[in-house]
């Protein structure tokens, strides 16, 4: 007897509605920041001043991501994601601005001026090692873009974040006038959660990309399995963000941290909390994806 192939459909379902089915924290829109209008209308003006097109949508993700934040302060995260959008699209540009962020003179690009410029504002209010972290995580993003990663054997076990630089996640401090001490940072449970963090909005914007692991596989089976692989992975990092965000009261208290440092550092985990789903939502909002909302 013949035997008989049994043809799976694909999937009727879009990668971004299958996370939102598996996981509540992806499933709540995010809320959105009262003074949002007035945020857009004011980057779009910096924007065009610094030789940029404006991103509309940038500025909703910073109203999303700081939904509780004080207007100036969502305003700055609404700049640097505008930078940061435009720096997707010209990953060359980051050799010149680490120069940049290093003490060097920008050159004539509308994204070295832009970087000059917000480096100014906020690098002045932050410490050494803080500088030292953002610029390294920098380097880290041009690393991944120019593919000079080492490789691994399971290559489903590195980091995600080749697209989602994670110099996003420093740039929370400066944004909100806060810096976590630098014992605090470099403790393993706040490590945790910014990695969990990140990794989350990286791996959200795979399965939203619809190629998981599966650059290099072309059975739709394989590829299926990889989305799912990928969806997966995502569920079980979101449990360990909120594993690492439970832990920050402890953290706080063992470092002796007082009331007012306390609740400056719990604000930045809440941050990094609200970013994944943010991230979600400005990733289904841009023209790429826009039609799998």
């Given at each position: 007897m013949a035997r008989t192939e049994v043809h799976e459909p694909p999937h009727a379902v879009s990668p971004p509605a299958r996370l939102t089915e598996r996981l509540a924290a992806l499933a709540m829109p995010c809320p959105v920041h009262p003074s949002a209008h007035l945020v857009e209308a004011a980057t779009s003006d910096w924007a065009r001043a610094a030789g940029l097109p404006p991103d509309p949508v940038a500025s909703r993700l910073a109203g999303r991501a700081f939904a509780r934040c004080e207007t100036?302060?969502?305003?700055?995260?609404?700049?640097?994601?505008?930078?940061?959008?435009?720096?997707?699209?010209?990953?060359?540009?980051?050799?010149?601005?680490?120069?940049?962020?290093?003490?060097?003179?920008?050159?004539?690009?509308?994204?070295?001026?832009?970087?000059?410029?917000?480096?100014?504002?906020?690098?002045?209010?932050?410490?050494?090692?803080?500088?030292?972290?953002?610029?390294?995580?920098?380097?880290?993003?041009?690393?991944?873009?120019?593919?000079?990663?080492?490789?691994?054997?399971?290559?489903?076990?590195?980091?995600?974040?080749?697209?989602?630089?994670?110099?996003?996640?420093?740039?929370?401090?400066?944004?909100?006038?806060?810096?976590?001490?630098?014992?605090?940072?470099?403790?393993?449970?706040?490590?945790?959660?910014?990695?969990?963090?990140?990794?989350?909005?990286?791996?959200?914007?795979?399965?939203?990309?619809?190629?998981?692991q599966a650059d290099t596989i072309f059975l739709e089976r394989s590829k299926r399995e990889a989305e799912e692989w990928t969806i997966d992975r995502v569920a079980t990092r979101m449990e360990e963000l909120w594993t690492a965000a439970r832990a920050v009261p402890a953290l706080t208290e063992r470092h002796d941290l007082g009331l007012t440092p306390s609740r400056e550092v719990t604000r930045v985990a809440c941050a990094f909390l609200t970013i994944p789903r943010a991230y979600l939502e400005w990733l289904l909002e841009t023209p790429r994806y826009r039609h799998l909302r």
């Open positions: 100036g302060s969502v305003t700055s995260l609404a700049r640097w994601l505008t930078w940061m959008s435009h720096l997707r699209r010209a990953p060359e540009a980051l050799t010149p601005v680490l120069a940049v962020a290093t003490g060097g003179e920008p050159g004539p690009a509308p994204l070295e001026r832009a970087f000059s410029g917000l480096w100014t504002a906020c690098a002045p209010g932050m410490s050494g090692a803080w500088r030292e972290r953002f610029t390294a995580g920098l380097a880290a993003q041009r690393e991944a873009v120019l593919g000079r990663g080492a490789p691994l054997a399971d290559d489903r076990a590195k980091p995600a974040g080749g697209a989602f630089g994670r110099y996003l996640l420093d740039l929370v401090e400066p944004c909100l006038g806060v810096e976590v001490p630098e014992r605090v940072w470099r403790s393993p449970p706040w490590r945790a959660l910014v990695e969990a963090s990140g990794d989350v909005a990286a791996r959200c914007e795979e399965a939203v990309a619809g190629h998981g």
